[in-house]
């Protein structure tokens, strides 16, 4: 069965740091592997995706994910915080029938 | 381009009334699926179809209905609200044949509270 564990449910950073949000993947096929986000009282949207073409993806807003097969991880970065950065988080899953499977998520606050 | 389109956005039941949530795509995907967000356990699939006419359950079926009778449409019918399903619910819907690396729009979500 395929599934992801997020490390942190909440991820406090100052305005201009370095936003590190981390995802491990479980999955005996490669994966297919998604970051969502989501602003206060909105549906999710697609930051980015893995489909096995790129291991370092960017995705909008400034945001990018490396895929690492030997740490099952898929970590999301950017360089630099905005407090329009501030949101809920979701790692998922693709699995073979087109059903994704969310991990729990991460609140990201950023401090002035 | 609308996307996936919910309502109601807010309601309030009282335990053992029943209602439906609405949930239409005009993106002619075939995919569409119900989730719901509790704090701290990110999104659960209820329910999905693949296509008009099929659905099957998810992690979390038990105590809702689905069913799909046109691709445009997918509502989900809570049959005897109970406050366990006080939620947030999400409709999303993807290009299936797409595969498992097609990523799904969703909806704004249904704030639903069962008193």
């Known amino acids: 069965a395929q599934s992801v564990t997020q490390l942190g449910s909440h991820v406090s950073v100052s305005e201009g740091a370095l936003v590190l949000l981390r995802c491990n993947y479980s999955?005996?096929?490669?994966?297919?592997l998604f970051w969502y986000v989501q602003y206060p009282n909105q549906g999710l949207q697609l930051l980015l995706k893995?489909?096995?073409?790129?291991?370092l993806v960017k995705g909008i807003n400034g945001f990018e994910a490396e895929f690492k097969k030997s740490e099952t991880s898929f970590h999301l970065t950017k360089p630099s915080a905005h407090m329009s950065d501030a949101a809920e988080y979701f790692c998922?899953?693709?699995?073979?029938?087109?059903?994704?499977?969310f991990g729990s998520g991460t609140r990201l606050s950023i401090r002035p | 381009n609308a996307g996936v389109t919910q309502t109601p956005k807010f309601q309030v039941l009282k335990t053992g009334q029943s209602m439906t949530l609405q949930c239409a795509q005009d993106?002619?995907?075939?995919?569409m699926s119900w989730y719901r967000q509790d704090p701290g356990m990110g999104l659960r699939l209820i329910h999905y179809?693949?296509?008009?006419?099929?659905?099957d359950q998810g992690e979390v079926p038990n105590g809702y209905n689905v069913s799909r009778s046109t691709t445009e449409d997918f509502p989900l019918r809570l049959l005897s609200a109970a406050p366990s399903q006080t939620s947030v619910y999400f409709c999303?819907?993807?290009?299936?044949?797409?595969?498992?690396?097609?990523?799904?729009?969703f909806g704004q979500g249904t704030r639903l509270t069962v008193v």
């Open positions: 993106m002619n995907h075939e995919y």
């Open positions: 999303a819907s993807s290009y299936t044949p797409g595969g498992p690396g097609t990523e799904a729009f």
């Open positions: 999955s005996s096929v490669p994966p297919y």
């Open positions: 893995y489909t096995s073409a790129a291991t």
């Open positions: 998922a899953v693709g699995s073979s029938a087109s059903k994704i499977i």
């Open positions: 179809s693949v296509g008009a006419g099929i659905t």
